[in-house]
């Protein structure tokens, strides 16, 4: 087992690199808990009422209908028609956004295609949410009056309607927000330690005067193969269990009331062998240590902020999001996600939590067959 002892010797004299990052990530995962907890998840949502002005300078039915929808959702003030006064109560912060109703708002507006006039502050968000209820209230009293009904009934309907609210009961959400944080970045350690370490020592052996020293000897390729297998094993192990229990220890409550807690280190144990093969690779590949430095950058830092670790899978637009489909942490971020959410697993959660895993799966088979195909490439030429 001399290949295979030589690979532990080596890792000994990494070992300062994998507590270096261990330490980090400890770090920031007891700053993500904490944040985690600090953050109010009471698990039900309410709108927020806005102070707004209204000037009407129709005084009709459908003015004042509009008036009344208004002030189911926002906090009105009647204001006087003076712009100068309109525009000093909203850079005040007395309103956040003034709406000005138009003379002969029904034809105008609700018959026509004019927009409500409105005084906001430039690129204020509360634009879009106002306006929002504004167009709402337009369009709901004309499918009304377009049904047959007169402006008094259509008025009140339109009225009745913003009273309806949906009653939604999510049976199967959980809020892990400390499980979510803690383990989405986990990855990253993965490949940091794996790519970095292992990899520095498979491009060791893959110097040519080592080989010729191996091939000089009793061990067959065979042999030697096996046991490097082994050893890429044992620290893929010995990585797993570390990184794993860094994040248990961080939120240990939360982890173990868990139902998912299971699937969570399955799912970090498919992440750990797509980072052992890319390690496998990355030392196939790299002749210089600067090589080995560089590609466990790139591999890294890129996985990660293309396959949804650093940047939330949401928030990837749809090109990013294609191409990190590539990579196996899209799949690692996403069974993350659905592990962390869910209290219990429908049928086409659990066929895409085994996707996401068969996937990551696939990816390190593939690193390990291009990474072998270049070394007996290397072989033959030498």
């Known amino acids: 087992m001399k290949v295979y002892k030589g690979y532990l010797i080596a890792l000994k004299r990494n070992v300062s690199t994998v507590i270096l990052y261990c330490t980090i990530f400890f770090g920031v995962a007891v700053s993500m808990v904490y ?18 002005g209204i000037v009407d300078r129709d005084n009709s039915l459908w003015s004042q209908a509009l008036e009344k929808y208004l002030e189911q959702y926002h906090d009105v003030t009647i204001m006087e028609d003076d712009m100068d006064e309109l525009a000093e109560a909203v850079y005040g912060r007395r309103i956040r ?19 409500v006039e409105s005084v906001t502050e430039s690129g204020s968000q509360w634009e879009y949410y106002v306006n929002s209820r504004v167009d709402n209230f337009i369009n709901s009293a004309r499918v009304y009056l377009a049904g047959g009904y007169t402006q008094e009934e259509a008025a009140e309907n339109v009225l009745d309607t913003a009273d309806i ?68 094993l044992t620290v893929g192990i010995f990585s797993w269990i570390l990184c794993e229990g860094i994040g248990i220890a961080t939120c240990f409550s939360e982890f173990w009331s868990s139902p ?11 992440i750990m062998l797509g980072a052992l093969a890319a390690a496998f690779f990355v030392g196939s590949m790299a002749r210089t240590e600067a090589a080995v430095n560089g590609m466990a950058n790139v591999l890294s830092l890129g996985f990660c902020f293309l396959g949804g670790i650093f ?72």
Do not use: H
């Open 165 to 232: 609210q949906a009653q939604v009961e999510l049976e199967s959400s959980r809020e892990d927000l400390g499980i979510y944080n803690v383990f989405r970045f986990m990855p990253y350690l993965y490949f940091s330690i794996l790519c970095f370490v292992l990899g520095l020592i498979q491009k060791e052996y893959q110097n040519i005067d080592i080989r010729r020293r191996l091939e000089a000897s009793s061990i067959t390729l065979k042999n030697k193969n096996i046991q490097s297998l082994l050893a890429f």
């Open 97 to 115: 956004y003034a709406v000005i109703i138009p003379e002969n708002f029904y034809e105008e507006c609700i018959q026509g295609g004019r927009k």
């Open 260 to 270: 998912n807690k299971w699937l969570i280190l399955l799912n970090g144990f498919t």
């Open 311 to 382: 940047v939330p899978l949401e928030l990837l637009t749809g090109v990013v999001r294609r191409i990190g489909q590539f990579f196996p942490t899209y799949w690692y971020a996403q069974n993350i996600s659905i592990l962390s959410f869910n209290e219990t697993l429908t049928d086409s959660l659990k066929t895409t939590l085994i996707q996401g895993m068969g996937i990551q799966i696939l990816f390190a088979l593939a690193c390990v067959a291009v990474a072998l195909t270049v070394g007996k490439a290397r072989r033959q030429e030498e």
């Open 35 to 52: 944040i985690s907890n600090g953050e109010e998840n009471t698990g039900a949502y309410s709108q927020e009422r806005l102070a707004i």
